[in-house]
């Protein structure tokens, strides 16, 4: 890692077309603007983490999601005939 000292308004150069610009220096920050090409990506580190964070639970979710749909609305069976459904009303209906 290479360490350097900078004030307010310098800037460091990464390669030919990254630039680091120390835009504040506060009490206990560091404001920085970082130009670079619109292709590369620049986050924080933080933003990084919590959305691997959150694909992970949303994976994990997912799968959760199917399974409990499947235990919910089982696989449709053969449909009865329409003599075994008529059956069945009379049956339940001779119970007393």
Do not use: C
């Amino acid at each position: 890692m290479l360490m350097m000292s900078r004030r307010a308004g310098e800037t460091i150069l990464i390669g030919e077309d990254i630039e680091v610009v120390i835009a504040h220096i506060g009490r206990s920050r560091v404001k920085v603007g970082i130009r670079a090409p619109r292709e590369t990506a620049v986050i924080a580190q933080e933003v990084r983490l919590v959305r691997e964070e959150n694909l992970a639970a949303a994976h994990g979710a997912a799968a959760e999601f199917s399974s409990l749909i499947a235990r919910l609305h089982p696989l449709p069976q053969a449909p009865l005939a329409a003599a075994d459904k008529v059956g069945v009303r009379q049956e339940a209906g001779t119970k007393n």
